[in-house]
T-cell receptor, first 110, second 114 residues
């Protein structure tokens, strides 16, 4: 299957803790992206990491990419209640098509 | 709210109805996409339009018919749907020539087929 695979499927942590989500893929990629979706709404682009990059930061977000293992991780530090959402990885293949994972549902408990 | 709008936000239709979903992007992009999102499944790309030309049709049943009259508007015409077509339908756009990477999504239309 071409789709990305994410784990865990669901994650529940206390506010202030760090949250880590993982994504794996099977083909060669152009880049890998992470998106967030609040309940029943559209997706919002968070961060993009290119295939020649290993780590990228944006605010409280840190993304790593290991092309030898065909995997990526998204770390959210010092989580807040507003971070409660579903997080999706999507990798772009050589045809510029985005291939999506099934998402990780993150719940931040106050 | 993003620069991509979708109407209606919710739609309930019978299997014999005909309806249309509308998407409009205000970002000056030249590529638009329809996705289907079902619970606990990856997003499924349905159709892609670059410069108003359809470039992808991922084996979507003919009961879904896209239309892209210009680079700002995208429609999805629905007829004789099945209950398994109930899902969230998302529209997205991107600027394919300069940055084909990032897609901007609308809020989606929640479709229920009865």
């Amino acid at each position: 299957s071409q789709q990305g695979e994410e784990d865990p499927q669901a994650l529940s942590i206390q506010e202030g803790e760090n949250a880590t989500m993982n994504c794996s893929y099977k083909t060669s990629i152009n880049n890998l992206q992470w998106y967030r979706q609040n309940s029943g709404r559209g997706l919002v682009h968070l961060i993009l990491i290119r295939s020649n990059e290993r780590e990228k930061h944006s605010g409280r977000l840190r993304v790593t990419l290991d092309t030898s293992k065909k995997s990526s991780s998204l770390l959210i530090t010092a989580s807040r209640a507003a971070d409660t959402a579903s997080y999706f990885c999507a990798f772009m293949d050589s045809n510029y098509q985005l291939i999506w994972g099934a998402g990780t549902k993150l719940i931040i408990k106050p | 709210e993003t620069g991509v709008t979708q109407t209606p936000r919710h739609l309930v239709m019978g299997m014999t109805n005909k309806k249309s979903l509308k998407c409009e992007q205000h970002l000056g992009h030249n590529a638009m996409y329809w996705y289907k999102q079902s619970a606990k499944k990856p997003l499924e790309l349905m159709f892609v339009y670059n410069f108003k030309e359809q470039t992808e049709n991922n084996s979507v049943p003919s009961r879904f018919s896209p239309e892209c009259p210009n680079s700002s508007h995208l429609f999805l015409h629905l007829h004789t749907l099945q209950p398994e077509d109930s899902a969230l339908y998302l529209c997205a756009s991107s600027q394919f020539t300069s940055n084909p990477y990032e897609q901007y999504f609308g809020p989606g239309t929640r479709l229920t087929v009865t």
